[in-house]
């Protein structure tokens, strides 16, 4: 079945500097996929989902990239701030008829000050 | 702004007691769902429940059961709970067709 992997697990950057998470999959037949935000004691917040068939997009500060010939997908966050320190997984599902999301393992993002 | 409402927040309990979690959501979705995140962070998808069809992650011990009155509602129910079922569990919503799911806070279980 479909695995995801993140990486890296733990990202440290200064306030200002961009912040590049990544994940690869495995199953070609994904079609969406989703990065969702974790702040500490809060649930998931879906920040950005894309369908295959967009290998840009852009939204409030936000860059998702999808490489369907390499099997990734990026989050790239410009000029950091301490508010975006939190755990940011990415999902994938394989098409609109499948039940369940799969996850990345997660990325611990710290915006230092 | 939260649409998918979990109750409690916090529960500790002792192994072998029953437990139950409740989940409601007002966005009108007609799919609910339960996944389970570990002391690591892995989150693992429990069930997909419609009114149409219930779908169980093979993995889940039969302890586990969801429980729904109407499309608005999901709750948990744990049997016997055991130090494993330590987690914390999010309820989710979808509409079908439509692959965005959104997330509740999660209901943080300690089995001591």
């Known amino acids: 079945g479909e695995q995801v992997e993140q990486r890296p697990p733990h990202l440290s950057v200064p306030e200002g500097d961009s912040a590049v998470i990544i994940c690869t999959y495995t199953d070609s037949a994904t079609a969406y996929f989703y990065w969702y935000k974790q702040e500490p004691g809060a649930g998931l917040q879906l920040l950005m989902s894309?369908?295959?068939?967009?290998d840009r997009k852009e939204e409030q500060g936000l860059t998702v990239l999808l490489n369907k010939k390499d099997k990734q997908l990026s989050l790239n966050l410009t000029a950091a701030h301490p508010g975006d320190s939190a755990v940011y997984f990415c999902a994938v599902t394989a098409s609109s008829g499948s039940w369940q999301l799969i996850f990345g393992s997660g990325t611990q993002l710290t915006v230092m000050p | 702004e939260t649409a998918v409402f979990q109750t409690p927040n916090y529960h500790v309990t002792q192994v072998g007691n029953e437990v139950s979690f409740n989940c409601k959501q007002t966005l009108g979705h007609d799919t609910m769902y339960w996944y389970k995140q570990d002391s690591k962070k892995l989150l693992k998808i429990m069930f997909s429940y419609n009114n149409k069809q219930l779908i169980v992650n093979e993995t889940v011990p039969r302890r586990f059961s969801p429980q729904s009155s109407d499309k608005a509602h999901l709750n948990l129910r744990i049997k016997s709970v055991e130090p494993e079922d330590s987690a914390v569990y999010l309820c989710a919503s979808s509409t079908s067709g439509n692959t965005e799911v959104f997330f509740g806070k999660g209901t943080r279980l300690t089995v001591v």
């Open positions: 894309v369908f295959s068939n967009v």
